[in-house]
C-alpha cells in the first residue's frame, strides 16, 4: 500500500484507505515507505519533524539523505534484507538530521508484498531515542570513572591493566604499573579546605594525563592515590624514566587562594609480567611506593646518612 503524504488539514474519511493515511500522518514516530532501492514514496509529519526535510524534500529523493555516509553500506544491507522478506523490530542505529546532527534512533522495518506476495516497498517507523542513549552513556561512563577527575576509577583501571598485559604479551614488550601517592596532602587539605583540595586532585590528574602518552592509563584510585598503566616499558631504566617525569610534572607549583602551593609526589614502579594478576601489581606497586616514601623520610631526618 502506498500513499501521498496529506498537505491539507487531517479529515478522516469513510474509506480504511483514508483512515489509515489520517493514522500514518498524525502519528508523532516517523513513518517512512520506501523503494527496495532507498526511494522515499511517503514521509508523514512525524518523519518531517525528526529529520527537518518536509515531505516535499524528501518524496522522490534517496533515504540516503538522513543517513551518515559511514553507514551507507549498513543501509544497503538493511534495504537487502528486509527486501528478501525479513522483518526488522526495534533496530538501533543512527541517522542525521538535516542540520547535520546526529540522532540515535530505534527502527522498526517491515516490507510490503504485492498482490502476488513479492516485497515490492519497504515501511519504516523510526523513534528518537537520543535522549535515552545519552542517559545510558552518562551513566556508563559515571561508572567506570572518578567523579571529582572524570579519571578511570578501579573497576576500569583493572581492565586497562588486563588489556595491556595482553597486548605486551602479544608484542613482546613491556609494561610498568606506578602508584603515586601526593605528599602531606591531608595537611594541604586540612589547612586550605576540602574545596583547595579537590582543585589540587583536579590539577594532579591533568598534569597526570599530560605527563605520559595518550594509550597510557591515569587512574584515580582513591582519595590522593593514583595509579599510572604505561605501555612498551621494557626495563627499570624507562620505567624510572617515566616516574621522575611524572613526580616533575605533579611538583610544579599550583596556583591556591593567590599564592603557590607545591605538591610533591612518592611513586612505586613495578613491571607487569605475562600472567599477572592486576590486583597483585597494584599491590605490588603500592608497597614499592610505600617503600620509596620511607626511604625519602629517612633522607631528609638524616641527610648526612649517618644512620643516626
Known amino acids: 500500500m502506498e500513499w501521498a503524504p496529506l498537505s491539507t488539514p487531517i479529515v478522516v474519511g469513510d474509506t480504511p484507505v483514508q483512515l489509515l493515511a489520517a493514522i500514518v500522518e498524525s502519528s508523532d514516530d516517523a513513518i517512512v515507505?520506501?523503494?527496495l532501492d532507498g526511494t522515499v514514496l511517503s514521509w508523514n509529519r512525524g518523519a518531517e519533524e525528526l529529520y527537518g526535510y518536509s515531505a516535499g524534500e524528501m518524496v522522490g529523493q534517496k533515504i540516503a539523505a538522513v543517513v551518515p555516509p559511514d553507514r551507507a553500506d549498513e543501509l544497503a544491507e538493511i534495504l537487502a534484507r528486509v527486501g528478501a522478506g525479513e522483518h526488522m523490530h526495534h533496530y538501533e542505529t543512527v541517522r542525521r538530521h538535516?542540520?547535520?546532527?546526529?540522532?540515535?534512533v530505534s527502527v522498526t522495518i517491515s516490507?510490503?508484498?504485492?498482490?502476488a506476495g513479492e516485497t515490492v516497498s519497504v515501511s519504516t517507523i523510526e523513534r528518537d531515542i537520543t535522549p535515552q542513549k545519552r542517559t545510558q552513556q552518562l551513566l556508563a561512563h559515571r561508572a567506570l570513572h572518578d567523579a571529582l577527575t572524570n579519571l578511570p576509577n578501579r573497576v576500569l583501571l583493572r581492565d586497562r591493566i588486563e588489556s595491556a598485559l595482553a597486548r605486551a604479551q602479544r608484542d613482546g614488550s613491556g609494561v610498568a604499573v606506578l602508584f603515586l601517592d601526593l605528599d602531606g596532602f591531608k595537611v594541604?587539605?586540612?589547612?586550605?579546605?576540602?574545596?583547595?583540595?579537590?582543585?589540587?586532585l583536579r590539577v594532579v590528574a591533568g598534569r597526570?594525563?599530560?605527563?605520559?602518552?595518550?594509550?597510557?592509563?591515569v587512574a584515580r584510585f582513591g582519595g590522593d592515590e593514583f595509579v599510572i598503566v604505561c605501555h612498551d616499558v621494557v626495563n627499570e631504566q624507562r620505567a624510572g624514566t617515566i616516574a621522575h617525569r611524572i613526580a616533575a610534572a605533579v611538583a610544579a607549583p599550583v596556583a591556591l587562594h593567590g599564592r603557590d602551593v607545591v605538591v610533591n609526589a612518592s611513586i612505586g614502579v613495578v613491571l607487569g609480567r605475562p600472567g599477572a594478576a592486576?590486583?597483585?601489581?597494584?599491590?605490588?606497586?603500592?608497597?614499592?611506593?610505600?617503600?620509596?616514601?620511607?626511604?625519602?623520610?629517612?633522607?631528609a631526618?638524616?641527610?648526612g646518612g649517618t644512620g643516626r
Do not use: C, F, Q, W
Not at 98 to 104: M, N, P, Q
Not at 188 to 200: P, Y
Not at 208 to 217: E, F, P, S
Not at 278 to 299: F, G, I, Q
Open 208 to 217: 597526570l594525563r599530560g605527563a605520559v602518552r595518550a594509550d597510557d592509563t
Open 188 to 200: 594541604l587539605n586540612d589547612t586550605h579546605g576540602h574545596a583547595a583540595g579537590d582543585e589540587i
Open 98 to 104: 538535516k542540520d547535520g546532527r546526529v540522532l540515535d
Open 301 to 303: 631526618e638524616d641527610p
Open 278 to 299: 592486576p590486583d597483585v601489581l597494584v599491590h605490588d606497586a603500592d608497597t614499592a611506593m610505600y617503600d620509596a616514601k620511607h626511604s625519602s623520610r629517612a633522607s
Open 111 to 115: 516490507p510490503i508484498p504485492d498482490t
Open 33 to 35: 515507505a520506501t523503494t
